[in-house]
T-cell receptor, first 113, second 114 residues
Framework: QKEVEQNSGPLSVPEGAIASLNCTYS??????FFWYRQYSGKSPELIMF????GDKEDGRFTAQLNKASQYVSLLIRDSQPSDSATYLC?????????????FGQGTILTVHP | DAGITQSPRYKITETGRQVTLMCHQT?????MFWYRQDLGHGLRLIYY???????DKGEVPDGYVVSRSKTENFPLTLESATRSQTSVYFC?????????????FGPGTRLLVL
């Protein structure tokens, strides 16, 4: 079983719609959760991080964390063609595991006009 | 502000050769990381370093060697390259923990081992 799993893609949504990206993790002691965006041929860049249960909003992006169910999601409202990219979920376990991020395999999102 | 740079950006080598990938950051970040990215596997941690002269293994360290004599540099060496090490390699850095653990990635090095 993979430690961090993302919903299989690719995901295609029309411009202006809400894109929903999901991620589950196996380590119940995980402490920090990150969403990175990666354009084709480029390096990952951080979109958001979340540490506590609930929602965290930043512009058109909302991260949702549910530690009891061990999932974290990313909602993109009013999706734009420029949001088309691969989205990577990353999780850090608790304790002394600083630096050891475990990434999911990524979900490819395509926003079509 | 150069941030984090990697060199070379592209490299073709042959099986059995030694290859060193360079990573340099100008932020004086304490932590540095090496990942490889392969289709179907996502990003996997090879090695990381908490400070100069402090390094530790990640998920897939076999066949790789790292050193960190200076805070700003974190070279990754493939001692005897194999075809399975064909990949895209990303270096990353972060400031400190727990206050600032966001990792910032370099542009990547595409390595092809023939």
């Amino acid at each position: 079983q993979k430690e961090v799993e993302q919903n299989s893609g690719p995901l295609s949504v029309p411009e202006g719609a809400i894109a929903s990206l999901n991620c589950t993790y196996s380590d119940r002691g995980s402490q920090s959760f990150f969403w990175y965006r990666q354009y084709s041929g480029k390096s990952p860049e951080l979109i958001m991080f979340i540490y506590s249960n609930g929602d965290k909003e930043d512009g058109r992006f909302t991260a949702q964390l549910n530690k009891a169910s061990q999932y974290v999601s990313l909602l993109i409202r009013d999706s734009q063609p420029s949001d088309s990219a691969t989205y990577l979920c990353a999780v850090r376990a608790g304790g002394t595991s600083y630096g050891k991020l475990t990434f999911g395999q990524g979900t490819i999102l395509t926003v079509h006009p | 502000d150069a941030g984090i740079t990697q060199s070379p950006r592209y490299k073709i080598t042959e099986t059995g050769r030694q290859v060193t990938l360079m990573c340099h950051q100008t932020w004086s970040h304490s932590y540095m990381f090496w990942y490889r990215q392969d289709l179907g596997h996502g990003l996997r941690l090879i090695y990381y370093s908490a400070a100069a002269d402090i390094t530790d293994k990640g998920e897939v360290p076999d066949g790789y060697v790292v050193s960190r004599s200076k805070t700003e540099n974190f070279p990754l060496t493939l001692e005897s390259a194999t075809r399975s090490q064909t990949s895209v390699y990303f270096c990353a850095s972060s400031e400190s923990w727990p206050s600032q653990e966001t990792q910032y990635f370099g542009p990547g090095t595409r390595l092809l081992v023939l």
